[in-house]
């Protein structure tokens, strides 16, 4: 059906710099929304960003002024420059969509499963 992978995540330093990468291929009409969580453990996944088709963005207000989200339209990507990365960063990153599907039009949302920023000296 739709498979949703994420890429970029590792290890660095307070204050370095991060760019995520989502892509995600199969059979669909379109992509109409495309956002990034973040999950730690005994915490609730939290919506970091988010932009949809029009091209408007929402962030997290802890992310704000630090992280930008941005979609590939023709390459069905999106990613998440993170700079200025905090410790509470940390956590495991996933990338969500909601497509419009070929056969009825009928919207579908999809997981990713993840990948791991962690963010120590």
């Known amino acids: 059906q739709v498979q949703v992978v994420e890429s970029g995540g590792g290890l660095v330093q307070p204050g370095g710099s991060l760019r995520l990468s989502c892509a995600a291929s199969g059979n669909f009409r379109s992509i109409e929304t495309m956002a990034w969580y973040r999950q730690v453990p005994a915490k609730e996944r939290e919506l970091v960003a988010s932009?949809?088709?029009?091209?408007?963005?929402n962030y997290v207000d802890s992310v704000k002024g630090r992280f930008t989200i941005s979609r590939d339209y023709a390459k069905n990507m999106a990613y998440l420059q993170m700079n200025s990365l905090k410790t509470e960063d940390t956590a495991l990153y996933l990338c969500y969509i909601i497509i419009r599907d070929l056969s009825w039009g009928s919207t579908w949302q999809y997981w990713g499963q993840g990948t791991q920023v962690t963010v120590s000296s």
């Open positions: 932009i949809i088709g029009g091209g408007t963005t």
